[in-house]
């Protein structure tokens, strides 16, 4: 065989042996999306199969026999993942109900748990990324559905004589209640195999979302859209129920009748799938807005304007994803911190002027964690037992930080005997909650607090606590010594403890509890935006009784400890706390804008101790550190030249 010819046979060789890899990597995004279709399919579609275990339709129940074995072949033929084998075991599970003939109700709930499943491991895009246009869904609805789904979308076009299965009528409010819009999107993009429904994905994307909205209006009349508008514009409580577009699409009216009732379900229904620019408007502040931002900032530095991309950058943060980022702490805290780590890595790489590609690359896997992000906030995530968790974990780990200084004070004051200035620190602590409810109420009622606001907040409120507390501490270690304490008690007491010193005690509870409640009342406001208001109060409750028992056991230890081990522990503890805040306060300043970000990958994310992996962040920490050690270590030699006078 002469040369060139073996040459261009190994070339084909090659080419054939690489395709198969190749087409498996482009396919493995398409697999996911008809595996999903295929279980929506099922969710909606079996109860026309089969009714208390007996078969009330071969021609259905093949169908749904074939769509589930489907859905396991194809996870199967997906790539690798860690989540795959508890995919193919639910995939599993379904056939196994479907060849049993089990309860409509018990299989779409399988059909549906594995299909959110899927896109968590398998993600797809969830939402278009505007509002659609139903104008140009009613035209393409004429042009390409009309002659087989009827004019008004009964099933009746001319073309539908003869057609087995017939064509979907979309009027049917009883299967309308179980279709939810992404997966009209699907089935518009894909087709669906074993009928009628060819794949229309020549369509643009665009193009594709009109339609789906379009279609998913035939089944509500006019006087529900009516009625849904006036609920929509008739308070925040309804709003926070669908938050975005993303929520919106994947919502199935079913699903939203089961957090809001009927017929509030079908008229907001009825409202926003024929005006999504109401949602679109609304959520400005969500996680479209960080893709469109995101997007924007990519293109601007690719054009080689990064000061325009930083600025977009920051702003997808702060106005996309910082409005959300309470209830996603609340539903998945380690998304939550993988996002905020990954906008930090690309604000980095933006100010360090990395190559295109790379900020590319980032900018990807940031998309790709905000439609995570979007499935763990859509409203079916939501339960009694999360919102619970949720209300109960958020207000204890946010209230002990503050108990302990709170206490600190309290104790300090009862070893003094100065219980005539404890009004001002119970005034302290209270004002705050005072503060904070009427925070709450502004921020749902009458204005919108913006990320800005918030990080700043809490940055320079956890920065100006960190100072004071070093004050605190290095005061209360001088003072660990019995001499030093008898000689402070003989001489400087009534002094140091004059009005002005109230009134510090006053304005340094009310900071540190005003700075825990500004930031819980985010979260509360996210938890009630969602609904399950009477498992989130319980949950309070149930901090709220955690937290006095941890006062009433801290303060009844304090009573017993001699007043040198008293100050000695209270020093440490205070020290700890401002060292704690100190990262906190950074961390804040970095996420509104205010310090640049230096990511530090080598070392870990601690909330609870105010670690975050920064180099600004470990210096602060270090730096407060230091001047506690400095101070500890001139506190305690002053206090020892005191004790020898």
Excluded at 495 to 503: E, T, V, Y
Aim: with cysteine; proline share 5%; glycine share 8%.
């Amino acid at each position: 065989m002469p040369a060139l010819a073996r040459l261009f046979l190994a070339v084909a060789l090659l080419a054939v042996a690489h395709f198969p890899q190749a087409a498996r990597a482009q396919d493995a995004a398409p697999s996911a999306e008809v595996a999903w279709r295929l279980l929506d399919y099922v969710a909606v579609d079996y109860p026309g199969a089969v009714s208390k275990g007996r078969i009330i339709s071969e021609a259905e129940y093949a169908e749904m026999r074939e769509f589930s074995a489907s859905v396991r072949s194809r996870i199967g033929a997906l790539p690798a993942s860690s989540a795959k084998p508890q995919l193919l075991t639910e995939a599993n599970a379904l056939i196994a109900s479907v060849d049993r003939r089990a309860e409509p109700a018990d299989v779409a709930r399988q059909a549906r748990t594995l299909a959110t499943d899927l896109l968590k491991a398998y993600p797809v895009p969830l939402a278009p990324r505007q509002a659609p246009d139903l104008a140009r869904g009613a035209a393409l609805y004429t042009e390409q559905c009309a002659s087989c789904h009827g004019a008004a979308g009964k099933g009746d076009g001319p073309n539908a004589k003869g057609l087995e299965p017939p064509p979907i009528a979309f009027t049917d409010l009883a299967r309308a209640r179980e279709r939810s819009l992404f997966g009209l999107y699907q089935v518009i993009g894909q087709g669906l195999d074993g009928t009628a429904m060819a794949s229309f994905a020549h369509l643009p994307s665009e193009d594709r979302w009109s339609l789906a909205f379009y279609v998913g209006t035939l089944a509500y009349s006019r006087e529900a859209d009516r009625a849904g508008e006036r609920a929509w514009r008739a308070g925040p409580q309804m709003r926070g129920v669908v938050p975005d577009l993303p929520v919106l699409t994947q919502t199935t009216p079913a699903g939203l009748a089961a957090r809001v009732g009927e017929p509030q379900a079908t008229q907001l229904m009825a409202y926003l799938r024929r005006h999504p620019e109401a949602v679109a408007t609304q959520s400005a502040g969500g996680l479209d807005v960080a893709r469109r931002k995101l997007a924007e900032s990519l293109a601007a530095y690719q054009a080689g304007d990064r000061k325009r991309a930083e600025e977009l950058a920051l702003s997808a943060y702060l106005d996309g994803f910082e409005p959300v980022e309470p209830l996603l702490r609340a539903r998945d805290g380690a998304l939550m911190a993988r996002v905020e780590a990954t906008m930090g890595e690309l604000r980095a790489s933006l100010g360090r002027g990395a190559p295109p590609t790379e900020v590319s690359a980032q900018v990807a896997r940031l998309q790709n964690l905000f439609d995570q992000a979007g499935q763990a906030l859509a409203p079916e995530q939501a339960s009694a037992a999360s919102s619970f968790l949720g209300a109960f974990t958020i207000l204890l780990r946010e209230g002990v930080e503050a108990l302990l200084i709170v206490i600190a004070m309290i104790a300090f004051l009862r070893k003094a005997e100065r219980q005539d200035v404890l009004p001002y620190v119970h005034a302290g602590w209270i004002t705050a909650l005072v503060a904070g409810g009427l925070t709450w109420a502004a921020a749902t009622y009458l204005i919108s607090i913006s990320g800005a606001s918030r990080e700043l907040t809490e940055g320079f409120g956890s920065l100006v606590s960190a100072v004071v507390l070093i004050s605190v501490g290095v005061w209360m270690h001088g003072k660990a010594q019995a001499g030093a304490w008898q000689a402070y008690i003989r001489d400087k007491l009534s002094a140091a403890l004059s009005k002005r010193s109230a009134w510090f005690l006053f304005l340094l509870a009310f900071l540190v509890v005003y700075r825990e409640v500004f930031e819980t009342i985010l979260f509360y406001a996210a938890l009630w935006s969602q609904g399950g208001l009477l498992a989130m109060l319980s949950g309070a409750v149930l901090a709220v009784v955690c937290l006095a028992v941890i006062a009433w056991a801290l303060l009844s230890y304090s009573k017993r400890l001699p007043i040198a081990q008293f100050f000695s522990y209270s020093s440490i503890l205070i020290a700890v706390l401002a060292v704690v805040l100190a990262g906190k306060g950074v961390a804040g300043l970095q996420e509104a804008g205010m310090l640049d970000v230096r990511p530090l990958a080598a070392l870990p994310r601690i909330e609870v101790l105010g670690v975050f992996p920064t180099w600004e962040g470990l210096l602060a920490q270090l730096v407060t550190l230091t001047a506690v050690v400095v101070g500890f270590w001139a506190a305690g030699r002053r206090a020892q030249a005191a004790a020898r006078l």
